[in-house]
């Protein structure tokens, strides 16, 4: 009798995990990262860079990637390089990922300047 109770209450307890628990807080569907390939991109504003495998001799040069955290002042500009109609404008503080970038980048004091071409952007 013990095993038949024991196996009830395990069997119990996989159910419990296959099913989700129910929570009071709305889940925001809309987490989807916006992306754009070969991309022109502008920075400028307060805030800092993470870069990996870079390469820039006096504000010139090339990364692999770049992760940019902008803070309130930061205003970033992106359209694509060959349709320049397609463009966004986003202000605030906000964290762009490039990915393949070439071209400027100067960071001042605190600060982030940057314009070139990215083979990815992501926001």
Known sequence: ???KIFGILVSILFLLLVFPICNSQQISRD???NTMPIAHVAIKGN??????????TAGIGKCLTMIMTLENDGHVEINKLFDTS????????RVITLIGFIGYYYPQEGGINLNGVALLAVW
């Open 31 to 33: 987490t989807a990262l």
């Open 1 to 3: 009798m013990g095993r």
């Open 86 to 93: 397609n463009i966004t404008v986003l202000d605030g503080s």
């Open 47 to 56: 805030g800092t860079a993470f870069l990996v495998r870079d390469s820039f």
